[in-house]
């Protein structure tokens, strides 16, 4: 099966739907936050502040796909879509390495594929 730009938008906009949806647990506590970050989060003020911040980046990595994908109408450059969308690749594939080294299990064994699909994915839409 070819994955088709549209079908790679479509996935990153569900896996990404779901990864806000994950982070909301943590601020909300049902999900341990010792699972994430490495494991380096030593206080739950501290977890507020890097989740606040991580929602908000996937936030902004959703609307952009959403751009991308035309479901939100704009006059956005198709460039600037693209080097935002270039910035998450690298971003995420530096994110994979970093869940490789990762202190809890559920980091490198769940965190890690999914990022590096996540980048994968994002090579399959902005290539030329």
Sequence with gaps: MKITRSLA???LLGLFSLVIV???CIITQLIPYTIVWAGKLNSVE???LFEA?????N????TVLLLKARYIKHTIPE???????WMFLILFVLN???NLMAKTAFERLVFTPM??????LLWLIVRK
């Design 22 to 24: 994950f982070h909301l």
């Design 115 to 120: 990022t590096l699909l996540t980048a994968c």
């Design 53 to 57: 911040v991580s929602i908000a980046i």
């Design 46 to 48: 501290e977890m507020y």
């Design 79 to 85: 460039r600037l879509l693209n080097i935002i969308l």
């Design 96 to 98: 994979t390495v970093g």
């Design 9 to 11: 938008l479509n996935i």
């Design 59 to 62: 936030v902004f990595f959703v």
